[in-house]
């Protein structure tokens, strides 16, 4: 990851990183600023407690649900338009809350807000993980929830003053415009980003992140942090004004040296998690240490707030929270960060999802145990509660981690004899298997790009298994994936399925019934390979770390087979490895073997056509003759072989067709030669063409391909 | 004169070389043969080793103490398989993408 960053354009990353902040802070600015005009808007709009309560935290409720959606969306469309959508959405919207006339604008403008925000946290949790490499996202995650941590402060400063002057509706269309204003520089910056890479584009099927115990404990930390926030956000402001009797100006005050300290403290801690896993330290621990310590100061600080009256102290205490706050905020992130790996696939969404269920349970909880405002959150049954929830959640993350890795240690375990004796013994079970999808396509060879036959039969032999198929419009290749999505690593083996046009003269009682076919080439035994080793491999699938694709491609016999499968994107996102096997019949029985580095030429067709103008066998001196002039082609391209390449770089040029004339008395119009290049470098073959002045021409797309 | 592209040189990447090596010695009476030279013949798998890293090996499937000059080579109408080896070529792909999603190159 850190490679794929530095090699893509990791220059605009920082950049990202800052957007991402601003974003986070344009969208969290409206809760202060929905704080300190609710009073306001609650009496202007005639509303009762319990409706603006409703109205407001219609906000939340949304939220969760939609952000399981736009999460998942977020993987499969482009993350960053997903992004932009959402933040038009939100400026669009927060214009118009300067304009709600009661309940009902109000309640569905909330919602509209709630899906805009939405694709934030995925959104951003997603491009982080394809952006910045693990033991930098503690100093990323910072800068994302520092724009969390300021943009309550500007929103209850700045809205405060705003609203003081000119009235919540002015304020709330003002905030709208500046959110708007972050998509100059957004859609400026996302045209320099680096395409998305193959890995991180995998899809993260839903269910295994429910299955998975130790990300709903992530989820509960997700909780447990939010509430943290959610306390400072929601109660705090008016148990300083209704509990201790500041002032507005004073809570305001207080407020925002809380949040202050929070993004500070988010910041510095942020960049020394990241030092410190840089500097050889264990980065799940860090993370996690700083999870568990910052939760328990922090609820044993809203406990002490309880207890103490004076402005000094409350000051003290908010600077702890903030400080505290800050490690939480940005941990909380990089771990469930840790768990996406390279690739976040969607399932920060998961975690999200919980967090903000927590908060839609403040938001009502709130509203429905005061009278005065949805914000006035009952302190009583808050109370005893604050801490618990605080405490427990790290040590419940960091458990729950730590079993996970402990279960893939043990399986990394059982995995490693797996490679020798095992395999072979499963293999040798699936013998009889093998060889029958082996003679059953032997006997039905089928050519080029498709061989529909060979694919049902494989299909039909691995019916039972638990693979996924991938099929692409230019031709009968498919890839079968196990493990789909897995975390982890992910490897393609490779089997072609193709014949050759050609009679077959084995005598074998499952030879060819198709006359001038034969599977001469062994494809018929890669294929059955493949296949057995699908079934080897889905029989281990829950032991396997990763996802296997097996690739059954057509058209290897000069058809571009594998070009047309990666063409049509059947191998992406692209994976970290790729194995296949050739039989050779003259090599020794059982044998494996290969070399490092070029193992195979490029092989290209060459094609000469003569001109030349025919006339009578007897009277050559009145034609221009080229067969004279093709045979000397084919002894010069010899020449030009031994006399301009050095002999130890090998270069073929062999012409194997050679076609002119129809009678014995006739000299023929044209003449024609074909044959093969092959080289084994790129520079040698582009070296071959330029010197025989070969003018290469793509290839067109063969007539045989499929469109669908 | 014109030519027609074909498949461009197949290229196996040392570290899956050396996976591939581990995983064909580990297997019963296994044995990897490093071969001196390139071979001459192509392959579109190639098109796939140009974006991931990885490797091409060959199996080979004479008769056990077959006389190999007397096997028919591929792209004969003649050319046959020994089958009884097929079985261990299944458990090399599986051992390569085993050992692979297990430790990677190490």
């Not at chain 1, 029985?589 to 007897?618: F, K, P, W």
């Not at chain 2, 190999?68 to 599986?94: K, N, W, Y």
């Amino acid at each position: 990851m850190a490679t794929l960053a530095q090699r893509r354009g990791l220059q605009t990353v920082p950049a990202l990183i800052l957007l991402l902040g601003a974003s986070l802070l344009l969208n969290y600015v409206d809760r202060g600023a929905i704080g300190v005009a609710a009073p306001l808007m609650k009496s202007d709009l005639g509303l009762s407690a319990t409706a603006f309560g409703i109205a407001v935290s219609a906000f939340f409720w949304i939220y969760a649900p939609v952000q399981l959606v736009l999460g998942s969306l977020c993987d499969r469309w482009s993350v960053y338009r997903m992004l932009a959508l959402g933040t038009a959405l939100w400026s669009a919207s927060t214009i118009l809350m300067g304009f709600v006339g009661g309940f009902l604008s109000l309640f569905l403008l909330r919602m509209v807000l709630g899906v805009g925000e939405s694709i934030i946290f995925p959104g951003s949790s997603k491009m982080i993980c394809r952006h910045v490499p693990p033991e930098r996202r503690g100093l990323a995650n910072a800068v994302v929830m520092t724009g969390v941590a300021l943009g309550p402060a500007v929103g209850t400063l700045l809205g405060g003053s705003i609203l003081a002057t000119f009235g919540w509706r002015a304020m709330f269309v003002v905030f709208g415009m500046a959110s708007a204003l972050w998509l100059i520089p957004w859609s400026g910056l996302v045209r320099t980003l680096p395409v998305p890479t193959g890995a991180d584009r995998a899809s993260f099927p839903l269910k295994k992140v429910i299955g998975r115990w130790s990300l709903w404990a992530m989820g509960v930390g997700h909780a447990t942090s939010n509430y943290g926030l959610y306390f400072m956000l929601a109660f705090l402001p008016l148990f300083l004004v209704q509990q201790r009797g500041f002032t507005i100006l004073q809570m305001t005050m207080l407020a925002t040296l809380g949040y202050a300290v929070q993004a500070i403290s988010a910041l510095a801690f942020g960049a020394v998690s990241d030092r410190w896993a840089r500097a050889g330290g264990s980065e799940p621990r860090i993370r996690r240490s700083m999870l568990v310590v910052g939760h328990l100061i922090y609820g044993v600080a809203i406990l002490a707030l309880f207890a103490v009256h004076s402005m000094p102290m409350i000051a003290l205490l908010l600077c702890i929270l903030g400080a505290c706050g800050g490690p939480i905020s940005v941990n909380i992130y990089a771990v469930a960060q840790m768990f996406a790996g390279n690739a976040h696939r969607g399932r920060g969404s998961a975690f999200k999802t919980r967090s903000a269920t927590s908060r839609a349970f403040s938001g009502p909880r709130c509203q429905a145990s005061s009278s005065t405002a949805w914000a006035t959150a009952a302190p009583s049954p808050w109370r005893p509660r604050s801490p618990l929830p605080a405490v427990c959640g790290g040590p419940s993350c960091s458990r729950a981690s730590r079993k996970s890795r402990s279960i893939e240690r043990r399986r990394a375990a059982i995995a490693a004899p797996m490679l020798t004796e095992d395999l072979l013994q499963d293999a040798h079970g699936i013998a009889g298997r093998i060889t029958a999808l082996r003679r059953a396509i032997h006997a039905e060879p089928e050519l080029g790009l498709e061989t529909p036959k060979t694919l049902a039969k494989v299909k039909a032999e691995l019916a039972d298994l638990p693979l996924e198929w991938r099929e692409g419009p230019s031709c009968t290749g498919a890839v079968a994936v196990l493990n789909a999505g897995k975390q982890g690593r992910s490897v393609l083996l490779r089997g072609d399925m193709d014949a050759l046009p050609m009679p077959e003269e084995t005598g074998l009682e499952f030879a060819s019934t198709v006359p001038g076919r034969m599977h001469a080439c062994g494809h018929d035994t890669h294929t059955a390979m493949l296949a057995g080793a699908a079934r080897v491999l889905a029989g281990r699938a829950d032991a396997l770390p990763g996802e296997v694709r097996f690739m059954f491609q057509p058209g290897e016999e000069g058809y571009h087979g594998a070009r047309f499968m990666l063409d049509d994107g059947l191998l992406d996102p692209l994976l970290d490895a790729a194995f296949a096997l050739h039989i050779m019949p003259n090599a020794p029985h059982g044998a494996i073997g290969s070399r490092s580095g070029t193992l195979l030429a490029s092989a290209d067709t060459l094609e000469i056509a003569v001109v030349g103008r025919g006339g009578h066998a007897s009277m050559p001196h009145q034609t221009r003759d080229p067969v004279p002039v093709a045979c000397e082609i084919v002894m010069a391209l010899q020449t030009m072989v031994t006399r301009r390449f050095e002999a130890t770089e090998a270069v073929v040029v062999t012409v194997t067709q050679l076609d002119a004339g129809t009678a014995f008395n006739v000299i023929p119009d044209r003449a024609f030669l074909k044959g093969t290049i092959r080289t084994l470098s790129p520079e040698k073959r582009h070296a071959v063409w330029k010197t025989s002045g070969a003018l290469p021409r793509t290839l067109p797309r063969p007539t045989t391909a499929r469109q669908k | 004169m014109t030519v027609t592209e074909g498949f461009p040189p197949t290229v196996n990447d040392e570290r899956a070389v050396a996976l591939a090596e581990a995983v064909a010695t580990s297997l019963a009476d296994g044995q990897f043969l490093r071969l001196p030279t390139p071979i001459m013949g192509a392959e579109d798998f190639s098109y796939v080793l140009e974006k991931v890293p990885g490797m091409m090996a060959f199996l080979g499937v004479a008769g056990e103490g077959a006389d190999l000059a007397q096997c028919c080579a591929i792209h004969s109408t003649r050319m046959m398989v020994d089958e009884s080896v097929l079985p261990r070529g299944t458990a090399f792909l599986a051992g390569c993408a085993t050992r692979f999603l297990d430790r990677g190159w190490d």
